[in-house]
């Protein structure tokens, strides 16, 4: 497996590996609800290749798409020390250490671009996924009341963060 930043020819990869994460049921985007295609994702990669504050980094096994993570870094003065984060690892190669390689690469760059703060925010009862940001030292900063509604119930989402 590689880890590396995401190329403008990996945008028809990136819709059907973002196909295949939304439908787990744990993303913002409810399965089938988001509308994107290979012309909309090569433009939203040529716009994180030129911002310099923002990445997609991708796992890549048999040149196959398998996880990605999205850094979405603040553009505003007061939040430029800061990065809002996105994972997302193909079912089939969860468990496996894709996302921790993921945020050891993503760790790097932040480092280097100079940022201090990293945070994300997980579905309460992705517990999983809850044990895994905190595996990778992030911390919990509280927790969001009927953040979401899901399957037309409130669910609770974590607010998590990690100083560099």
Request: proline fraction near 1%; charged fraction near 30%.
């Amino acid at each position: 497996m590689k880890i590396r930043s995401i190329q403008l020819s990996d945008a028809e990869s990136f819709v059907h590996l973002l196909t295949e994460i939304d439908d787990s049921g744990f993303m913002l985007f409810e399965p089938g609800e988001r509308v994107t295609n290979k012309e909309k994702e090569e433009k939203r990669i040529a716009r994180f290749l030129e911002d310099g504050r923002s990445t997609i980094l991708v796992a890549v096994a048999d040149e196959q798409l398998i996880g990605y993570l999205i850094a979405i870094g603040g553009s505003v003065n007061r939040k430029k020390h800061s990065a809002y984060l996105v994972l997302g690892v193909s079912e089939k190669y969860r468990g496996k250490g894709v996302a921790s390689q993921l945020f050891n690469e993503l760790f790097k760059w932040a480092k280097e671009k100079e940022f201090t703060r990293l945070e994300l925010t997980v579905i309460k009862e992705n517990e999983k996924a809850f044990q895994l940001y905190r595996k990778m030292g992030f911390v919990l900063e509280g927790e969001k009341v009927h953040s979401l509604i899901i399957d037309e119930k409130p669910v609770n989402e974590y607010y998590l963060y990690k100083l560099i």
